[in-house]
T-cell receptor, first 114, second 117 residues
Framework: GAVVSQHPSRVICKSGTSVKIECRSL??????MFWYRQFPKQSLMLMAT?????????EQGVEKDKFLINHASLTLSTLTVTSAHPEDSSFYIC??????????FGPGTRLTVL | AQKVTQAQTEISVVEKEDVTLDCVYE???????LFWYKQPPSGELVFLIR??????QNEISGRYSWNFQKSTSSFNFTITASQVVDSAVYFC??????????????FGKGTLLTVNP
């Protein structure tokens, strides 16, 4: 199956700093990538849909200025958590769509904000 | 709006028991996809199955089987002869079938399955 990578896998940062998470489709081109957030012992919640070359579509309640998404190429989407605070600590997972609704998930990034 | 309900929050079984995880969904779409994913403690989602709404055939893959009942909007997952390695959180999910953002997945809250030796 297709492979999606995320970098970094784990990051710890101080409150007020910005953190960038990369999501790459390694062996296929993805016109659409999705960003999900998962709090401990909870389900995955979609944050935004990222389309190559256009602005991301954010879900209701997700702050666009806080969670900046860029999908500059068919193999890379980035999520930047700006001015991170402890409540942003979470597990962030991306997925990339290939072909006809085949979605492949990255391994996730665990963000801890001190 | 789409909704997926996994009423079982946690299930605990003894190895070799059969276990069924329930999933009930709601959608206004006439065509849609249903999925099951496994999330072990490592956190990475493992794809198990995708089912198109017009394909109501049940499926079996090794110890796994899925029962899709469109009439009751259910897509249940059964593990036969469970093993300790099956311990994980299992998510049922639903997506549309057309348009970029329609492919987004709506997840249930997940069922934590613990298989004890």
């Amino acid at each position: 199956g297709a492979v999606v990578s995320q970098h970094p896998s784990r990051v710890i940062c101080k409150s007020g700093t910005s953190v960038k998470i990369e999501c790459r489709s390694l062996d296929f081109q993805a016109t659409t990538m999705f960003w999900y957030r998962q709090f401990p012992k909870q389900s995955l919640m979609l944050m935004a849909t990222s389309n190559e070359g256009s602005k991301a579509t954010y879900e209701q309640g997700v702050e666009k200025d806080k969670f900046l998404i860029n999908h500059a190429s068919l193999t890379l989407s980035t999520l930047t958590v700006t001015s991170a605070h402890p409540e942003d600590s979470s597990f962030y997972i991306c997925s990339a769509r290939a072909g006809w609704n085949e979605q492949f998930f990255g391994p996730g990034t665990r963000l801890t904000v001190l | 709006a789409q909704k997926v309900t996994q009423a079982q929050t946690e299930i605990s079984v003894v190895e070799k028991e059969d276990v069924t995880l329930d999933c009930v969904y709601e959608t206004r779409d006439t065509t849609y996809y249903l999925f099951w994913y496994k999330q072990p403690p490592s956190g990475e989602l493992v794809f198990l199955i995708r089912r198109n709404s017009f394909d109501e055939q049940n499926e079996i893959s090794g110890r796994y089987s899925w029962n899709f009942q469109k009439s009751t909007s259910s897509f249940n997952f059964t593990i036969t002869a469970s093993q300790v390695v099956d311990s994980a959180v299992y998510f049922c999910a639903l997506s549309g079938t057309s348009g970029g953002s329609n492919y987004k997945l709506t997840f249930g809250k997940g069922t934590l399955l613990t298989v004890n030796p």
